[in-house]
């Protein structure tokens, strides 16, 4: 089945911005930025803040807009069920304001903080983007 999905991805630097909190998919083991699709009357802001928080036990705030993302060669994946998905994903920068890392959850086979320049290799390539766009850019980026 091929469907359409609204999702968020939520990127936590640490205070140099040097680092970048990412988590390993219990689905798949791939690393990963935090998110997932909004619940029935969420913002899309009030959804990262929980998806960070459940994935990785800190508790944010969203601080900017960083981009939407809907490149299909990029976010046009498939499940291991079969089912055929796009997409269209709010990135957001977050600032940690409590809470303390939980290495396993429900979701989360690890959790850690990556140096920007030594990113493990089994990243999503279009979280790569993202971060590179959070990086870079000061306003918020189409894609």
């Known amino acids: 089945m091929r469907k359409t999905s609204p999702g968020t991805i ?3 630097f640490d205070a140099l911005r040097g680092k970048v909190l990412l988590h390993r998919l219990r689905d798949n083991g791939i690393w990963s930025l ?3 699709r909004p619940d029935f009357g969420e913002t899309f802001v009030e ?3 929980r998806e960070v928080h459940e994935e990785t036990g800190l508790r944010v705030h969203a601080k900017r807009l960083i981009g939407v993302y809907s490149d299909p ?3 046009i994946f498939e ?3 079969g089912n055929e998905v796009q997409a269209f994903a709010v990135a957001i920068e977050c600032i940690v304001f409590d809470g303390n890392i939980i290495p396993v959850s429900e979701e989360s086979l690890d959790v850690r903080w990556f ?3 030594r990113l493990p290799s089994s ?3 279009r979280h790569r983007l993202v971060i590179r766009d959070a990086l870079e850019c000061t306003s918020a980026v189409l894609r």
């Open 34 to 36: 935090p998110g997932g």
């Open 47 to 49: 959804a990262t803040e």
């Open 10 to 12: 939520g990127v936590v």
């Open 115 to 117: 140096s920007i320049k």
């Open 123 to 125: 990243l999503m390539q």
């Open 73 to 75: 060669n990029l976010f």
């Open 79 to 81: 499940y291991s069920d």
